[in-house]
């Protein structure tokens, strides 16, 4: 097995970002991206998923959070995905629920190359100072980069921050089973390869 470590760097005229991942991590991560928010939602994943995470960068808030907050799933996913490697003797598929007060929020995963996203979140308005419908354009990303099948649904939910940091809570948890190793030989799919 590889040391399934991983960083990328993403350079565009509208981003800066460096995600640097370990997953046989123990949560430790240093976010900064410019957007407090968002921060505090990629140390949710990397806590609750139990990776380490070394996230730094910045981008054209002046203009919108969306180029940040997209291009922050473009670049976990692929620096997951690249820790991940073949992804040989994974557990491939996860689910976890994630209570934070009145809100109820669950995450279904599959790490078997097949992007696809069903996004069931009820999140209008700013929380902080990002316009929380962006936050779909993040895991429209991830699901992509990170070459994975994810559902994310929220169940129950009133408070803005509540729904969106619980289905970042329920993220990470999923990811922990999905990319835990368990020691079966080969790809964790009945065709012999994935995607």
Excluded: C
Excluded at 56 to 82: C, N, W
Excluded at 125 to 150: D, P, Y
């Amino acid at each position: 097995m590889s040391s399934r470590t991983a960083e990328v760097v993403r350079k565009s005229k509208e981003t800066q970002l460096t995600a640097r991942v370990a997953l046989e991590g123990r949560g430790r991560v240093k976010v900064a991206t410019g957007l407090a928010f968002l921060d505090h939602m990629l140390e949710q994943v990397a806590r609750y998923g139990s990776f380490d995470l070394t996230f730094r960068g910045a981008g054209d808030v002046h203009v919108d959070t969306h180029h940040l907050v997209e291009d922050a799933g473009i670049v976990l996913g692929q620096a997951l995905s690249r820790a991940l490697g073949d992804r040989a003797g994974i557990a491939r598929f996860a689910s976890a629920y994630a209570p934070l007060d009145e809100t109820l929020a669950r995450v279904v995963i599959d790490l078997g190359k097949r992007p696809f996203i069903s996004y069931n979140v009820p999140l209008r308005g700013r929380i902080g100072t990002l316009e929380s419908e962006v936050l779909e354009e993040f895991w429209k990303a991830l699901s992509i980069h990170l070459g994975a099948t994810i559902h994310v649904d929220v169940i129950r939910g009133r408070n803005r921050h509540h729904i969106a940091e619980a289905t970042f809570k329920a993220l990470g948890l999923a990811l922990r089973q999905a990319m835990a190793v368990e020691g079966v030989a080969g790809v964790p799919s009945s065709k012999g390869l994935l995607g």
